[in-house]
């Protein structure tokens, strides 16, 4: 298996610091960008402007999320700024297919998030049409929230429908990860993991990605 790939949230992130805060996470795979508009979750961050300036500026690929509404018509537009991946939730969309098309269409990566309370099973055949299935481990819209173990079977179902699919779809977790958080979601078959607070609440932020990745690792080893 590859090695675990690391996506520091810069929901965690000194918004007035931002291009020194991204060098900062330098040696993560990917930035997570937390979009939320304050009407699919009861917080408000940034829109297309700031993740352009991200994106302009970022020593890494951009992984953005977006929490907002009326996804059908907005998350295009976020593959057009040239991030790397562009995860949008279920909940939000009017046809899913469609809009993990578009974004292709415009060369990113294309993800479909799930709720806590949102069940996997109507999505596990259409698991072809995506890059990348993020998994929410707390509800989204805040950071620094519990992570949720009762949300591992739904990795557990993606993970055996990855393999009778025969597609490598990036299995990802969001929300409580930590030292003793991330080998749970490893071990239940996530393959990538966002982490706010436990990378940039670190005093090495190089040093908690590392940390991250390999306690990642050493679950997918154990027997």
Do not use: C
């Amino acid at each position: 298996m590859a090695s675990a790939r690391i996506n520091p949230s810069i929901l965690s992130a000194d918004f007035v610091n931002m291009e020194r805060d991204l060098g900062r996470i330098a040696t993560a795979d990917y930035v997570h960008v937390d979009v939320m508009d304050n009407h699919f979750v009861p917080n408000l961050t940034f829109g297309p402007q700031m993740v352009g300036r991200v994106q302009d500026v970022s020593p890494i690929p951009l992984d953005v999320h977006l929490m907002i509404a009326d996804i059908d018509r907005w998350a295009p537009g976020y593959a057009e700024l040239g991030a790397f991946s562009v995860t949008f939730h279920v909940e939000a969309a009017r046809d899913p297919v469609a809009v993990a098309r578009a974004l292709r269409e415009r060369g990113a990566r294309a993800g479909l998030a799930v709720k806590p309370g949102t069940p996997i099973e109507p999505y596990l055949e259409l698991l072809p049409e995506f890059d990348q299935v993020l998994v929410m481990t707390v509800e989204p819209g805040f950071g620094g929230q519990s992570f949720m173990p009762e949300t591992m079977p739904k990795l557990r179902a993606l993970r055996e429908a990855r393999a009778r699919l025969g597609v490598d779809t990036w299995l990802q977790v969001d929300g409580g990860i930590a030292d003793d958080t991330i080998a749970i979601a490893a071990e239940a078959g996530a393959d990538t993991f966002v982490a706010g607070s436990a990378v940039y609440g670190a005093a090495d932020p190089a040093e908690a990605i590392s940390r991250l990745r390999e306690r990642a690792q050493s679950a997918w080893m154990e027997p």
